[in-house]
């Protein structure tokens, strides 16, 4: 005899199923306003500061252009700390909110080197280029200088990437000793040695190391003779954490010459600077003729180029890549 168990379906009821669905519309409204109002209540200035161990950061924010203007309107912290919705806000948001909590809780505030963190390759990492650009979003506004046209038409056109933050370093948190949307018209002017200056270049008899001089100036650098030779470049297949683009191994040959001892330093730099500056935005012209007053010379820089590293014999530093071309010219015919 066979027996057959028989299972009877249950069946939902259309109120039941009713009740689950206002039931879950319920939970979701309240999980999106909590969202909301947590992040509107984590994104105010003062809870910024609550937690925020800078000593100076407020401070300096309520003196800086993007509280204290002419037009009224406040830029609050997030805005430019944090990117635009809908271009990775919330992980940026809780990102940066663990990072300030875990140094809130964890680090002691005296041994942070604030100096440093104000520094222009520091800055960068806490604001974001897309922030600016929403905010500000006509690049020519009719009160625009020429000079601030032109740094907006090279940010534009640049293939090299330009930072905002180049030129606008201090506009979010004032800062005292730094010139703000000025160019440093005294930039290179200011001659500090009394010594008599080299009649000539250093006259060089053999291939030797040397001290090269810079005549006008009581600038001088040391210069290595390297030998040359060949040498193989590239590294072996079978070599232990070897990149794709290492090889193949090639013979190259080099012919001797001569390099600096270290790198260019501020020295050297302000004086090509005082021979060729130019006060109009003439970097980008084309030199046409062998002569040392013909190249056109950099313009002088916004704000502090050494980015507060000091200046004399320490490397010289931020200037364009053709500044650095023609500086390069311009030594090779004094």
């Known amino acids: 005899m066979t027996f057959r168990k028989k299972t009877q379906k249950t069946s939902v009821s259309r109120k039941t199923k009713l009740w689950f669905f206002i039931s879950g519309l319920v939970v979701f409204a309240l999980l999106a306003f909590s969202y909301k109002k947590a992040i509107k209540i984590t994104s105010t200035d003062n809870f910024c500061v609550s937690c925020h161990v800078h000593p100076d950061a407020d401070r300096n924010w309520k003196l800086s252009t993007h509280y204290n203007n002419n037009s009224g309107v406040v830029v609050h912290c997030v805005e430019c700390h944090l990117p635009p919705e809908g271009q990775g806000y919330f992980f940026a948001k809780a990102k940066t909110g663990l990072k300030d909590l875990y140094g809130y809780i964890f680090k002691d505030t005296a041994d942070i080197d604030w100096g440093r963190k ?60 730094a010139a703000l949307h000025a160019p440093d018209s005294s930039f290179g002017i200011i001659v500090s040695s009394t010594e008599p200056p080299f009649a000539e ?69 302000l004086a090509f600077f005082r021979e060729t500056s130019s006060q109009g935005r003439t970097e980008g012209q084309v030199v046409t ?46």
């Open 118 to 177: 104000k520094l222009l390759e520091n800055a960068r990492k806490h604001v974001y280029e897309s922030s600016c650009i929403k905010c500000h979003e006509n690049l020519y506004p009719v009160t625009l200088s020429v000079n601030g046209g032109n740094a907006h038409l090279l940010y534009e056109t640049s293939k090299d990437p330009v930072h905002c933050l180049n030129c606008h370093l201090n506009v979010g948190h004032y800062d005292k000793n």
């Open 201 to 269: 270049a250093a006259q060089v008899e053999g291939f030797e190391n040397y001290t090269e001089m810079i005549p006008g100036t009581r600038v001088s650098f040391e210069m290595v003779a390297l030998p040359g030779g060949k040498f193989r470049m590239g590294s072996a297949e079978d070599e232990p954490l070897r990149n794709d683009d290492e090889g193949p191994v090639r013979e190259v040959t080099l012919s001797p010459f001569w390099i600096g001892k270290a790198e260019v330093s501020w020295d050297e730099y």
């Open 289 to 334: 003729t062998g002569r040392t007053d013909a190249i056109s010379g950099a313009t002088p820089p916004w704000g502090a180029p050494d980015q507060g590293w000091g200046k004399g014999s320490r490397p010289a530093i931020t200037m364009s890549w053709h500044a650095a071309t023609v500086y390069c010219q311009w030594l090779s015919q004094v």
